[in-house]
């Protein structure tokens, strides 16, 4: 076994394999399940799946003792991955998470969110890779982040929102679902000290064919009054021209002046909440002929 070691630690791991099975067929009925593991083991490292398959697959788990058992399941996992058997690797990794010993933890993860992927359970996948996220290096982050990136855009928008709104704001998660729910133009549920904001709109807005989020109505809350009315008024001129310039079907808006205190800008809040529109008027659109005034709230009349 000394020179299958030695192959190991040279990164010689084909040599390592066959030193590792000679082993094996010398050793004692105890020894021979561990050796056989090994031997499977330097077939991966050698990216030899058809080694791993053939030796892994005559292995015992009742041989096995301490990791070793799972040590198995995740070569026959990452086996029944490579032949398309979804299904059968994820029946190999059911082990909890925070049960599976820290070197191993990573190739768990990479092999469940591969598996989920596969089977069309996007944001599962999801949120494995992104548990993957704080145990690797940088280069394989930015590769976990862009294929969780990946599988979010296949996640309808209204459950992505529900998924960003349980996250709390440490999960490596929350920022790619959020900038996925930003790319299909939903807001993300804003999160306050204590977790979700209690405010914040339970559900997404309905979202067209191509996803894209179809509000009936928006409020927008600027100060048009006291000590920062003439900004507020540039932002609010800024943002109807922009209104105007844009694609059909457009939202109502209504303009609400939120002053120039804390006070009032709750107050602004509070009367947009109110005045939420119903499943009725989400059909309106703002009429071109009617501008918004510098009075202290406006509303820009729609089409019936």
């Not at 992104?130 to 862009?146: H, N």
């Amino acid at each position: 076994m000394k020179r299958a070691e030695q192959a190991w630690a040279a990164g010689d791991y084909a040599t390592a394999a066959a030193e590792y099975l000679a082993a094996a067929s010398r050793g004692s009925a105890p020894d021979r399940a561990y050796l056989r593991l090994r031997a499977a083991e330097s077939h991966r490292q050698a990216g030899n799946v058809q080694g791993v398959r053939e030796v892994a697959g005559s292995i015992a788990h009742r041989d096995l003792q301490g990791d070793e058992p799972l040590r198995l399941d995740l070569l026959l996992a990452e086996v029944a991955l490579s032949d398309g058997d979804a299904e059968r690797a994820l029946t190999l990794l059911t082990v909890p998470t925070d049960q599976v010993p820290d070197r191993l933890r990573p190739r768990v993860l990479r092999a469940r969110a591969d598996a989920l992927a596969a089977r069309g359970d996007s944001l599962a996948s999801a949120r494995e890779r992104a548990a993957l996220l704080p145990l690797v290096d940088e280069a394989e982050r930015a590769d976990a982040m862009q294929r969780i990136s990946a599988v979010l855009a296949d996640v309808p928008p209204r459950e992505l929102y529900r998924e960003s709104a349980r996250l709390g704001p440490e999960d490596p998660l929350k920022a790619l679902a959020d900038q996925a729910l930003r790319a299909h133009g939903i807001t993300p549920p804003r999160l306050v000290t204590g977790g979700r904001d209690p405010m914040a709109p339970r559900e997404p807005p309905p979202t067209d064919a191509d996803g894209r989020a179809l509000y009936g109505k928006v409020a927008l809350l600027v100060p048009l009054s006291g000590q920062m009315g003439v900004p507020g008024q540039a932002v609010r001129d800024g943002f109807m021209a922009a209104y105007f310039a844009g694609a059909e079907p457009r939202p109502q808006v209504e303009v609400i002046d939120a002053g120039s205190t804390p006070e009032s800008a709750l107050a602004a809040y509070e009367r947009a909440l109110e005045t939420a529109p119903s499943a009725s008027s989400a059909r309106c659109r703002a009429k071109p002929s009617a501008p918004c005034s510098t009075t202290r709230s406006c509303r820009c009349r729609c089409w019936p």
